[in-house]
């Protein structure tokens, strides 16, 4: 049905295990992402043939499906993992030479599902598909999602739930876990084997370089940099930033506990695993330095054979985290309040007005669409503060001295989301769905697909939660 390559098993054993889907009595193909197939070129499926297809892959040595093995730091501990709940069916290849993983999530237990059921609930699947989908219309790097399939089981969670599958779409689902699995429980030449791979596969021009794996270590921190920059941009808060989570492809994946700020304060944290803020809004930037030095430290015997030089090495390239960071990070701000010269001097513009905002407890996404069409809403706390007066002032002079306001609205208009996934509309929608009540889901992930595009009749949409949810919500792992 859809031609599929299987490259990754050209690496060495130890980093999969061949591995069939369960098979499911009554598999229903609930949504089918028709617009992502067609930028596949993958012509219409008949939707049994399709779930036929998914989960009968015959397994022999040199093709069939299988799970990833690798490792992470998981809160800041090492653990041995793999895909506990997730097949990859195979590699397709679409059109311009581009390779993704077809991955099944859910799909049934495999040799490293330790003592878990290898299943998911399908709430938890359809969070994914929405959360992704609106990840991929807010112009940030994701995994996508293809497909879900109600399994027609029953999964045993704190109470019985209704079981799904996910189909999901990446570049590729290696991780930095999976270059600490190579490092601490492979050989050296499962390390190099793990590294050409991944060359080859994400940065074929790294080829070129001399020291290969120093090339990798500052490709996979400038990638990342860049995602969790556009995290920061729309108020992304990814939840559980384990290096098992970190992608090398510079992908958003792994949706379980993540959620979007409404007021801004760089302490929320919405996880209810997270008890100490680890992964908190305005942690994710630490967070990130710490997995990509995890990453450097996984790279070392590739970085050199002396291994003070390799050291070295590591620190020098993670030293130039900050100054990476904190140029990207300002630019970014700076586009946010339509503001195209990223010079340092600006930089405290974008300080003072995250503080106001912190100080008045404001909507992030509100805040700065109103920016961006000069209109606060009557009551508005920003309307009666001196200080913001003075910012406005301040702000609209140097916009006035440079580019003008007009320019300076369309680059705002183009970085501030009208629409974001709110928590509140997420959770009423997913709930309607698991009773079977599909329209809400529908309309919001239909304004969620173009959140740039502002329309007075979708104004709803955009309303900050109810205080009383705000306070007590929670988000879990959700498997
Ligand atoms: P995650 O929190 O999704 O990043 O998952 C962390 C680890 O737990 C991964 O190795 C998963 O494969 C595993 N895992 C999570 N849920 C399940 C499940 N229901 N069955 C088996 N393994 C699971
Ligand atoms: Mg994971």
Redesign the pocket.
């Known amino acids: 049905m859809i031609d599929l390559e299987y490259s990754y098993l050209s690496l060495p054993t130890t980093f999969y295990q061949k591995v069939k889907p369960s098979s499911f009595s009554k598999p229903e193909l609930l949504l089918l992402n028709q617009s992502l197939l067609d930028e596949l070129n993958i012509p219409k499926v008949n939707p049994q043939e399709f779930i036929s297809f998914l989960l009968n892959q015959e397994a022999t040595d040199a093709v069939g499906s299988f799970a990833q093995a690798?490792a992470?730091h998981?809160f800041g501990h090492f653990t041995r993992?793999?895909?506990?709940?997730?097949i990859v069916v195979g590699e397709y290849v679409s059109t311009g030479n581009l390779r993704y993983d077809l991955q099944l999530k859910?799909s049934g237990?495999?040799p490293?599902?330790?003592?878990?059921?290898?299943?998911?609930t399908l709430k938890s699947v359809l969070r994914e598909y929405l959360m992704s989908e609106a990840m991929h219309a807010l112009k940030v790097q994701s995994s996508r999602s293809l497909a879900v399939v109600k399994t027609g089981e029953w999964?045993q969670r704190e109470k019985p739930q209704e079981g799904a599958f996910l189909l999901r779409l990446m570049k590729s689902h290696i991780r930095v876990g999976t270059f600490e699995y190579a490092r601490y429980f492979g050989s050296t030449e499962d390390q190099k084997a793990l590294m050409d791979y991944t060359i080859q596969r994400l940065y074929p021009e790294i080829k070129q370089e001399e020291n290969q794996a120093l090339a990798l270590l500052k490709k996979v921190m400038l990638v990342q940099i860049e995602l969790v920059v556009e995290w920061m941009r729309i108020g992304f808060i990814h939840g559980?930033m384990?290096t098992?989570?970190t992608s090398i492809s510079g992908e958003t994946f792994?949706y379980?506990?993540c959620a979007f700020m409404n007021v801004y304060h760089p302490k929320t944290v919405f996880s209810s695993i997270d008890t100490q803020g680890r992964y908190a809004f305005g942690n994710q930037p630490s967070i990130i330095k710490w997995n990509l030095a995890k990453f450097a430290e996984s790279l070392l015997p590739l970085l050199h054979p002396e291994p003070e030089t390799a050291l070295q090495l590591a620190q020098e390239a993670i030293d130039e985290f900050e100054d990476i960071w904190h140029k990207k990070y300002y630019k970014m701000m700076l586009l946010k309040v339509g503001i195209e010269n990223a010079s340092p001097e600006n930089y405290s513009l974008v300080n003072e007005l995250l503080a106001m905002m912190k100080e008045l407890k404001l909507d992030y996404t509100n805040t700065f669409f109103a920016l961006s069409r000069d209109q606060f809403e009557e009551g508005n706390p920003m309307l009666d503060s001196v200080e913001f007066k003075n910012w406005l002032e301040n702000w609209k002079s140097l916009i006035h001295n440079s580019t003008g306001m007009a320019h300076a609205q369309k680059i705002m208009k183009e970085n501030n989301p009208a629409f974001v996934p709110r928590n509140y509309l997420v959770e009423e929608a997913l709930e309607k769905a698991i009773e079977g009540d599909f329209t809400k889901f529908e309309q919001l992930l239909k304004v969620l697909q173009n959140p740039y595009q502002y329309q007075e009749n979708l104004n709803h949409f955009t309303l900050p939660p109810p205080e009383e949810f705000e306070i007590s919500y929670a988000t879990f792992?959700g498997?």
């Open positions: 690798y992470g998981q993992l793999g895909d506990g709940r997730a859910g237990r495999t490293y599902s330790r003592g878990g059921d290898g299943k998911a999964v559980v384990n098992d989570n792994d379980g506990p792992c498997t």
